[in-house]
């Protein structure tokens, strides 16, 4: 694995606006409030602010920050604190969005195969979705002779997967 490349197998269920949020390890219920999303919309922006420039900007203590944030990772709601790193500086100068479409979609099948992208250096995140695809791959990759590598590697063989898509990103927009 390339240092700085982070993976992430992330499943479809994201909190919404006002949604109660089931505390991991024994932590009660919480709800999001105004504040809550005020201090995540600053903090996604910036990990790196002190809580008393979050705090002045949403009005709250550092104090009050801290302990909000503070819940917020013990419950899950901020799941890591990562750096992005340039793809480019590591020497991946390719990002390939494919699409991969199964031929058995039950529950072994589909654990099998998060498992094995999980364990892909190339694939930096994997995303089991609805629509035209099962699964969709974020990979990236030195160049298009490292996909075809990825490709032949990781995707042809696997008796699974009944076939994939690719979609070869030219420039990046937004990331984070």
Known sequence: ??????????????????????G????????????????????????????????????????????RLKRMRECGVIQAE????????LGLGTTCIVGVDLEREGPEALDRFRAR?????????CYYVTGASD???IVQVED?????????EWLTPDDNVLAFTTQVVMDRAAAG
């Open 24 to 67: 991991v390890r024994g932590h009660p219920r919480h709800v999001l409030d105004a504040f809550d999303r005020r201090i995540l919309d600053i903090y996604r922006a910036d990990t790196r602010l002190a809580a008393e420039a979050i705090g002045e900007a949403v009005g709250l203590s550092a104090t009050a920050v801290q302990r």
């Open 144 to 152: 298009m002779d490292a996909f075809v590598d990825f490709t032949r």
């Open 117 to 125: 992208m999980a364990r892909c250096s190339q694939v930096v995140q």
């Open 1 to 22: 694995m390339h240092a700085g490349n982070a993976r992430t197998v992330l499943q479809p269920s994201t909190p919404r606006r006002g949604a109660a949020l089931a």
């Open 82 to 89: 990562v750096a992005l790193v340039s793809p480019a500086a």
């Open 135 to 137: 699964f969709v791959l």
